[in-house]
């Protein structure tokens, strides 16, 4: 029996996870998928909103704001890269300046620091790649740029490390109310038993909501497609580019990644299917298309890969985030889609401290709060690297040459806590594979690493859990048969 | 820090030929580094026969093609390292290179040989729409996957595009006993060696559908199905002509790109065409003593003219090293036009020049019944009927110093293919 089981191990699951690990409380997290971040938090824009998209008083844009300061401290304490690199909102149609205007005045009152208005010249002056249509620019220096995958992993290895468990390839099946006052959690993996549920399940949060609330909710999974381009092109633009708002949410964005790629996307289309993480041509098309409305000469040749993310959109447009009200000792943190990811870091403190006040929860004496990533020897001198090397050897043998990622980081990241068992597992920890040749090279030298660190058979080694094995048997000469 | 001659990036067929031909030329300290384990880059995993016509008279397999030049590299005891990535390569030739053993240390060059070779296009490139299940493979990971270390990705296999690593692994994957449903090619021409196409395709029953491409990819953790369509002269797939294939395998076999992320650091100049180092007469490039042989410097069709090409490379870095090679100076301009896409080398200096040079190009389409010609300036003075050309095979025309010295004064050489 658990004090609380949090249902979800993307962002938002692993940020309340560790917020919650600073307390003497017994907590487990449930998660469908075989790795950390397999969801909404795998495939989005990574950026860190500054916060004046969301309506006035809604608790979207108090968290992204609330969210987007805690983010440096964060970022510090777990090693997750993280850039201040500005956003920029592009008007291009003189008829539209005014809602530029609208958005700095929400911004305003959402509490956005140090936002101004640019004229045309001003905004080609921090960013002469914007399209010659531009008209004017809502400057927000206090928008940022994050490794989503980082960020997630190193708050639940965080918790992790802190006693929180984590179980994986366990999808919640259905939950009730026992007789015992207590959640039953079925599960493919047995039940589990908690006296607090966090329903932290993105795409799939109605779902669960459903199982025990009269009041439902509905969330509709919107898919995005995007762009990512090779580093090589990765200054075309050093802020974040964003056309102005629509209905459908914030546009096709261009931006740097804070590892130095360029991000193009998302398309925004809604679909029933909370699986359907599939691009499609019209969608490519699409973004293509609208990013070049805002920014011009983009090395549309140098994409490196394509993918689709889903966000979870609520019918109301806005985090759900609280017990629910027909179902005691059940916490909704449902509707995370964007500015979710900006907004991790305070909606893990506020569900960490609604159940410490409902709980009573009393601090851990001996709670870690910080956390080291895996070391990154490419910013090391020669004469510390060699150091390195001669230590542990692993660091001087390069396995995926795209991004220089050593052997070392790989046994790293196999064996830190929550590890990874899968080639995207650590693609997502070290980002080996996902440079400009795609793991094409360092994919069959990865597997022979997990072989070994693992012990699993190279038929038993996944791309990303489940059925995506990546070789079904031997060849007929290893098999012993005839050639 | 280290001193030698002359550091050849590469231990493939490139910077095998390289070394023995400036040791050859008298140069005494050469170090070859190499990434891999052992000698002899992707020749390896090319287990299939077919090398050598040209150079050994024979046919040989990969892995005994590299043999050949890793023998004469052992014999001339050539130094070398393996499990060694080159990390950076500087304007000044300082090279810094890292391994298990070694640590990361910098050696100062000579004259640097860069043959790093190519890599191939990944899915992401070519914007296919669809999943982004387990199951889809850069054709030469496929091939290492089963050659090297033994396992097969599926049973079921859709190819996509016909280069010649693909059409390879359509026989190889069929050997295997898996049943290769198709090979789709977006261009209206194969580009892949015809010999690959009837050895590979033909003789299996293997149908290869020009003027197609794969229009989605099904399965969510592990690939089920594609869809391929026909596609207009522009590429656009056409509705109405999807087609789908079950399938657990998607090789890729979509281009291959020369790997030039150290020499475009270093400074180095790269067409835009080949996306190889633009070079001159002796095979260096702009930078002084960094020379290119290979596929680093663009994709060839057939080894036997990479070792032909890479032995020019370590003839012409040995003499820089020895102080035999006159300033780099570009008196006249290679131009490609008129179907032909780019030429290496790009231009010319007669005073450095061989008495025969080769010049190698590719064209842009198939071409049959038509003629390859050479203008000096605005003369023609080569016109070579050709029955058929294709973008899959390398073409070359051979130019000779004799003849260039007659034309005093001469600025631009032209190559271009003629219908008459």
């Given at each position: ?11 938002s699951?692993s ?5 919650l690990?600073?307390?003497?409380v017994?907590?487990?997290?449930l ?5 950390l971040?397999?969801?909404t938090?795998k ?8 916060g004046?998209d969301a309506p ?14 805690m983010?440096?401290q964060?970022c ?14 592009v008007c291009?149609h003189?008829e539209?300046?005014d809602?530029?205007?609208?958005l700095y005045?929400r911004?305003i009152?959402n509490?956005?620091k140090?936002?101004k208005?640019l ?16 008209e004017g620019?809502?400057y927000a220096p ?8 980082k960020?997630?992993?190193?708050m ?26 207590l ?5 493919n ?6 006296k ?6 993105g ?11 009269a009041k ?5 999974p919107?898919?995005g497609d ?6 090589e092109?990765?200054?075309h ?9 629509t ?5 096709v964005?261009?931006t ?6 360029l991000l193009?996307?998302p ?5 029933s299917?909370k699986?359907?993480t ?6 490519i098309?699409d973004?293509?298309?609208k990013a070049?409305d ?7 040749r ?10 979870a ?5 806005e985090?759900i985030?609280?017990?629910v009200?027909d ?8 509707g995370?889609e964007?500015?979710g990811?900006?907004a ?11 159940l410490?006040?409902?709980m009573g929860l009393?601090?851990k004496?001996n709670w ?11 910013e ?6 060699n150091?390195l ?7 001087g043998?390069?396995i995926c040459r795209c991004?220089?990622?050593s ?5 790293d990241?196999i ?8 080639l995207?597992?650590?693609?997502r ?12 090279f360092c994919?069959p030298?990865?597997?022979?690493i ?8 190279y038929?038993?080694?996944t791309?990303?859990g489940g ?7 031997r ?6 048969g005839?050639? | 820090?280290l001193?030698y ?5 590469g231990?493939g ?6 070394a023995?031909?400036?040791r050859?030329?008298?140069v005494?300290k050469?170090l ?8 002899g ?6 287990i299939?026969?077919g090398?050598?016509?040209?150079t050994f008279k024979?046919?040989l397999?990969?892995p ?7 023998e004469?590299v052992?014999?001339a005891?050539i130094e070398?390292?393996?499990?060694t990535?080159?990390m ?10 890292m ?5 990361m ?30 199951g889809i493979?850069?054709?030469g990971t ?5 050659n ?11 190819i996509?595009g ?5 059409l390879?692994?359509?026989r ?5 006993g898996?049943?290769?449903k198709?090979?789709?090619e ?5 580009g892949?060696?015809?010999r ?5 395709l033909d ?7 020009l003027?197609?491409?794969v229009?989605?990819?099904?399965g ?7 869809t391929i369509?026909a596609v ?16 657990d395998t998607?090789?890729?076999?979509c ?17 835009p ?6 070079v001159n ?9 960094v ?6 410097l663009?994709v060839?069709?057939l080894?036997?003219?990479?070792s ?11 003499k ?11 008196d006249?301009?290679?131009?490609a036009t ?10 010319i200096?007669?005073g ?5 040079l ?7 389409a198939?071409?049959?019944d038509?003629?390859v010609?050479?203008y000096?300036?605005d ?10 050309m ?8 051979i130019l000779?110093k ?10 631009k050489?032209t190559?271009k293919i003629?219908?008459?």
């Amino acid at each position: 029996m658990y004090d609380v089981v949090i249902i979800g191990a993307g962002v938002s699951g692993s940020s309340i996870a560790r917020e919650l690990s600073r307390y003497n409380v017994n907590a487990c997290v449930l998660e469908k998928c075989e790795d950390l971040c397999e969801g909404t938090t795998k495939a989005n824009s990574a950026i860190v909103h500054a916060g004046f998209d969301a309506p006035e008083g809604s608790l979207m844009a108090k968290l992204n704001v609330q969210g987007n300061e805690m983010m440096d401290q964060i970022c510090k304490d777990l090693d997750v890269p993280f850039k201040r690199n500005g956003s920029l909102v592009v008007c291009i149609h003189k008829e539209a300046l005014d809602g530029l205007k609208e958005l700095y005045d929400r911004g305003i009152k959402n509490g956005v620091k140090n936002l101004k208005i640019l004229s045309r010249e001003e905004a080609l002056e921090l960013e002469p790649n914007l399209s010659d249509n531009v008209e004017g620019a809502l400057y927000a220096p206090t928008g940022g740029i994050v490794c989503p995958f980082k960020l997630n992993i190193a708050m639940a290895e965080n918790a992790n490390v802190n006693g929180v468990e984590f179980r994986f390839n366990t999808e919640v099946e259905d939950i009730s109310k026992g007789q015992d006052g207590l959640w039953h959690l079925r599960t493919n993996n047995g039940e589990y038993v908690a006296k607090y549920v966090v329903n932290a399940a993105g795409v799939y949060a109605d779902k669960f909501h459903n199982m025990v609330s009269a009041k439902k909710i509905h969330i509709t999974p919107r898919r995005g497609d995007y762009c990512l381009l090779d580093k090589e092109v990765g200054n075309h633009v050093t802020h974040t580019i964003f056309p102005q708002p629509t209905k459908l949410g914030k546009g096709v964005l261009v931006t740097p990644t804070v590892h130095g790629n360029l991000l193009v996307g998302p398309t925004a289309v809604d679909i029933s299917d909370k699986e359907g993480t599939n691009t499609t041509k019209e969608g490519i098309d699409d973004l293509i298309e609208k990013a070049n409305d805002h920014v011009k000469n983009l090395p549309l040749r140098k994409v490196i890969t394509s993918f689709a993310g889903l966000r979870a959109h609520e019918d109301g447009q806005e985090f759900i985030i609280g017990e629910v009200e027909d179902a005691e000792c059940f916490i909704d943190c449902a509707g995370i889609e964007s500015p979710g990811l900006s907004a991790s870091p305070a909606i893990g403190e506020m569900v960490a401290n609604l159940l410490k006040e409902k709980m009573g929860l009393e601090e851990k004496q001996n709670w870690i709060g910080t956390r080291k990533d895996i070391l990154n020897p490419a910013e090391l001198s020669i004469e510390e690297r060699n150091e390195l090397i001669k230590k542990n050897p692993a660091y001087g043998n390069i396995i995926c040459r795209c991004e220089s990622i050593s052997e070392g980081e790989i046994i790293d990241a196999i064996h830190r806590p929550l590890g990874a068992r899968s080639l995207d597992g650590i693609k997502r920890r070290t980002r080996a594979g996902m440079g400009r040749c795609q793991g094409g090279f360092c994919s069959p030298k990865t597997m022979e690493i997990i072989h070994r660190e693992l012990g699993l058979d190279y038929e038993k080694i996944t791309k990303s859990g489940g059925r995506s094995n990546i070789v079904i048997e031997r060849t007929k000469n290893q098999k012993g048969g005839e050639a | 820090m280290l001193n030698y001659d002359i550091v050849i990036v590469g231990g493939g067929p490139a910077g095998l030929a390289a070394a023995v031909a400036a040791r050859d030329a008298g140069v005494d300290k050469i170090l070859i580094l190499e990434r891999d384990k052992e000698l002899g880059g992707i020749l390896n995993q090319c287990i299939h026969n077919g090398f050598g016509l040209h150079t050994f008279k024979e046919e040989l397999t990969g892995p005994e093609y590299a043999y050949r030049f890793i023998e004469k590299v052992l014999a001339a005891d050539i130094e070398y390292k393996l499990n060694t990535m080159v990390m950076d390569i500087s304007k000044d030739r300082v090279v810094t290179a890292m391994s298990k053993e070694d640590g990361m240390y910098q050696i100062k060059a000579g004259a640097v040989i860069l043959a790093m070779g190519c890599r191939e296009r990944p899915r992401g490139a070519l914007n296919i729409p669809g999943y982004r299940p387990a199951g889809i493979f850069s054709a030469g990971t496929a091939q290492r996957l089963v050659n090297i270390e033994g396992y097969m990705p599926g049973r079921e296999v859709v190819i996509l595009g016909s280069g010649d690593i693909g059409l390879i692994m359509a026989r190889r994957m069929t050997l295997e006993g898996a049943k290769v449903k198709v090979v789709a090619e977006l261009m209206p021409y194969s580009g892949g060696l015809k010999r690959n196409i009837v050895q590979c395709l033909d003789d299996f029953g293997i149908p290869l559908k020009l003027s197609h491409t794969v229009v989605d990819i099904e399965g969510k953790e592990h690939l089920t199905a594609v869809t391929i369509a026909a596609v207009d002269n522009k590429g656009k797939p056409i509705p109405g002509t999807e087609e789908r294939y079950t399938c657990d395998t998607l090789l890729l076999s979509c281009g291959l790109i020369p790997e030039n992320e150290l020499s475009r650091n270093a400074g180095v100049e790269m067409s835009p065409i080949t996306s190889g180092p633009i070079v001159n007469e002796s095979l260096e490039t702009n930078i002084p003593g960094v020379f290119a042989c290979g596929n680093v410097l663009h994709v060839h069709d057939l080894v036997d003219y990479v070792s032909e090409e890479a032995l020019r490379a370590g003839q012409n870095a040995a003499k820089y090293v020895k102080g035999q090679l006159s300033e780099a100076k570009a008196d006249i301009e290679i131009v490609a036009t008129d179907g032909a896409r780019y030429t290496v080398p790009s231009t010319i200096n007669i005073g450095r020049m061989d008495d025969k040079l080769t010049v190698r190009f590719r064209v842009g389409a198939v071409y049959k019944d038509s003629y390859v010609s050479v203008y000096f300036d605005d003369e023609r003075v080569m016109h070579n009927k050709k029955r058929i050309m294709a973008p899959g095979e390398m073409e070359q025309v051979i130019l000779l110093k004799d003849k260039l010295a007659e034309k005093p004064g001469l600025k631009k050489i032209t190559v271009k293919i003629e219908n008459e």
